[in-house]
Structure formats: C-alpha cells, structure tokens
C-alpha cells in the first residue's frame, strides 16, 4: 500500500470539477485553498483540504510526506491536442516559412502534413515507440500527466494503424497516460487529389472498422479545411466513428471560416480545435452544445496568425481549453509555459482561465474529466508541486517552466 502526502501548500489550486467549466465566473474559480494538504493511496486522491483538517483525518506516520510551504501545487496539466508519434522532422519548411511562404505554399511545394508521411511510413514501430517516449519525457518535465496522440502521418491503413499500435505501446510504458485519437483523415492523398469523399470513403471500409474492432483508439478526429475535407466529408466520416464506438473531434476553422465549429456543435462532438476562424454563430453553438473549444496558441505563433478569440469564446459561455499542438511541421513544441504565456498575453485569457483551460478543461477535451484534471477525492493523484508560492508564477515567469516535481498515479515521477 502506497501512501503519499503533500503538506503546507501555500495556494493549493484544486480546479475542482467533474465536467468541463463553462464561462467567464466556473473558469475562473479555482479553488484555491491556502495552507493547503492532499493525501493519496494507490495512485488515488483520499483526502484534500487544508493541512490542519488534512492531517485530523489521517495517520501522518503511514506516509511519505513533501513538504511544500512556501510552494503552489496544482493539478497535472492535460494536454489535449498533439500529434507526437512521427518519424523525420520538417526544419526546411519553418526556415521556408521564416523566407514568407504561407502553410498553403508550403503544401503546394509537397511540404506540409504529406511530408512527414513518407517518415512515418519509413520508421520502424520500435522507433517511433522510442521517439515518442522521449518527446513524453520532456512532456511530463513540463507537468504534464495526461495527454492526446493522433494518428495522421500515415494517411493509408497499415501505417496509421503502425501509429496507433505506438500510440498503444507508449501508454503501457511511460507514467503518462495517453488518449489515442484516429486521425486518418489528415490530408488528402496525391493519389486521391481532387477526389476527397472518395478518400473518406477508403478510409470508412478499410480502416475504421479495423481501429473500432481493436479499440485501438478512442476518438475519430478529421482536418475540416479548405483543401482538405468539407464540411460534408466531415459528417460523413465522424458519424460513421461514432456508430462505430468513437466519440468526435474536429479540427476546425484553422485557415479558412468553413464552418467546422457549427458541424462539430450539430453531431455533438467532444472538442473541436484550432479554431481562428470560427464565426460567432459557431462559437455561440459550441457553447450551446457543449463542446470543448481547443485553441492551440502555440501554433498560432508559430505560423504567424492571428490568435483564436479565446477571450471571446470565454465571454460567449464556451469551455476552453488550451493545448500544445507538438507536431512535427506547423508547432514543433511541448512547450506548456509557452503556450500559458500566448493563452495570457495574446489571448485574453486570465492566469485562472489559463489554468482551467489546461487542467479540468483540457481533462473534459479527451474525455477523462471524470478522472484527471482536478484535485479531488476520487480522482487520480496527478499533482505538480511549483517551485513558486502562487499559481500566478505560471504566466508571470515568461516561458519558463516552474514545475518543481510531478506525481503521476501517486508516485513521484518528475524531480526537477
């Protein structure tokens, strides 16, 4: 029986919460309690509350005990969108886009998502197991416990399975938990150019049945854009999904105003992502239907676009939630503080709505709000201790990572 307990928090963030937090007043309550405690057993939170009411409730003796005064601890952060199983790196394409060539160019230079199909394909299941357990170290160095992997870099059915099977072997292997999402539907073949649906349809008879027969993952997720799939071959596919068992994600409104965020409100889908472009009637539907809002500054930055309205999405009643993107071509990052100090500075969010976004929120966008994403009793004992007293340190320390130590499961998994 494994016990662990943290004592003396300055601020303890609890994001408490069972579901995605809606709106400006649910995302800004983090319920933050000073002098803060949490007891774990067997990888699960037994008790939280203050250090005095804490240690009333249990036998302190039975214990390992860290120390936190002088500390902030919060819960691990989700990182709810990336696509880190890839083989080959696209170094030429950012120095392309530095010269002035748009994401559209790139593609049409037979650089873009195509690109990093041919590495992918050409990797070894063995090495892209190694690849991504290294990319989830430097992951879980930045505090994250949870995070999503896509397929995508494969596009044909026996290398995006090879994906999913990497996807499968790193979550068996590595303290993080991972979320597999099936991304197919990431671009159009040359071989299939002009001929969308008909890819849709490949993609239907010869893949989907084989991820949804070996659970191989838990959502569909498709890029709804102008030049890759329409609105219409969206439905197609994710609707298919979910008769088959997947539950629906969506990237959505990236380059172009295409009207991927009122799809993903119409078949109720978990999240839809990117978002730079939603309209307002789309952003009012997600609200309304409940999906989770994804923006993804980091790429944003890194392509040099305008940022998603977060702020607006935020006032409008929508759950956001903010996520990395690590990709290997339009936002080779991990970087958490990075995207908290884009969330903050260029997106309006408040340091409290940054948190939620990254903590219950991001935890909601893959499914697991349920079991990730706050402090509460019940829940996993995925838990950072900052090197700082307060949670807003997290903005205020530009870029630079504050994590101290990560739990993951109730066992210390990250020492600074």
């Known amino acids: 029986m494994e016990k662990l307990l943290i004592i003396n928090a300055n601020e303890l963030v609890t994001c408490s919460g069972s579901a995605a937090k809606f709106g400006v007043e649910a995302m800004n309550d983090l319920g933050v309690i000073e002098n803060g405690a949490i007891a774990m057993e067997d990888g699960i939170i037994t008790h939280v509350g203050t250090t005095e009411e804490v240690m009333s409730q249990i036998n302190a003796d039975e214990y390992g005990v860290i120390d936190a005064a002088g500390k902030a601890v919060t819960p691990g952060f989700v990182d709810s969108h990336t696509h880190f199983i890839f083989g080959g790196y696209r170094a030429d394409e950012y120095d392309w886009r ?21 590495g992918t394909e050409d990797a070894s299941l063995e090495e892209l197991v190694d690849l991504g357990l290294k990319r989830l170290d430097s992951m879980l160095s930045f505090g994250v416990t949870t995070v999503e992997g896509k397929s995508g870099y494969g596009l044909y059915k026996d290398t995006e399975l090879k994906q999913l099977e990497a996807l499968k072997i790193c979550d068996e292997r590595h303290e993080l938990d991972v979320v597999k999402t099936f991304l197919g539907a990431h671009s159009v073949p040359k071989e299939y150019k002009g001929r969308g649906m008909d890819f849709i349809d490949y993609t239907i008879e010869e893949v989907l049945p084989v991820v949804a027969e070996n659970k191989l993952a838990e959502f569909c997720d498709i890029f709804c854009e102008d030049k890759v799939f329409s609105v219409e071959e969206s439905r197609k596919l994710l609707l298919k999904a979910q008769e088959l068992g997947l539950k629906s ?12 965020s009122e799809l993903a409100a119409e ?47 935020v006032d409008q009643g929508c759950a956001v939630a903010v996520a990395t993107d690590f990709n290997p071509g339009s936002c080779h990052t991990e970087s958490i503080p990075l995207a908290i100090a884009l969330s903050t500075l260029y997106m309006g969010l408040t340091t409290e709505e940054t948190i939620t976004a990254l903590t219950i929120n991001g935890a909601a966008a893959v499914g697991r709000a349920d079991t990730v994403g706050s402090l509460d009793v019940g829940k996993k004992a995925d838990v950072i201790v900052h090197e700082f007293p307060s949670y807003k340190f997290l903005p205020y320390h530009i870029g630079v990572s504050t994590v101290e130590l990560v739990i993951k499961n109730g066992q210390v998994a990250f020492v600074k």
């Open 98 to 118: 530095l010269r002035g060539l748009s994401y559209v160019e790139i593609m049409e230079r037979g650089g873009g998502i195509i690109n990093s199909v041919k």
């Open 267 to 313: 078949i109720g889908a978990t999240s839809a992502d990117h978002l730079l472009q939603a309209s307002d009637e789309g952003i009012k539907a997600m609200a309304e239907a409940g999906v989770v809002a994804t923006c993804l500054p980091c790429t944003a930055f890194s392509l040099k676009e305008h940022y998603a309205r977060a702020r607006y999405m």
């Open 249 to 260: 994600k969506i990237h959505a409104d990236e380059i172009v105003q295409l009207g991927g």
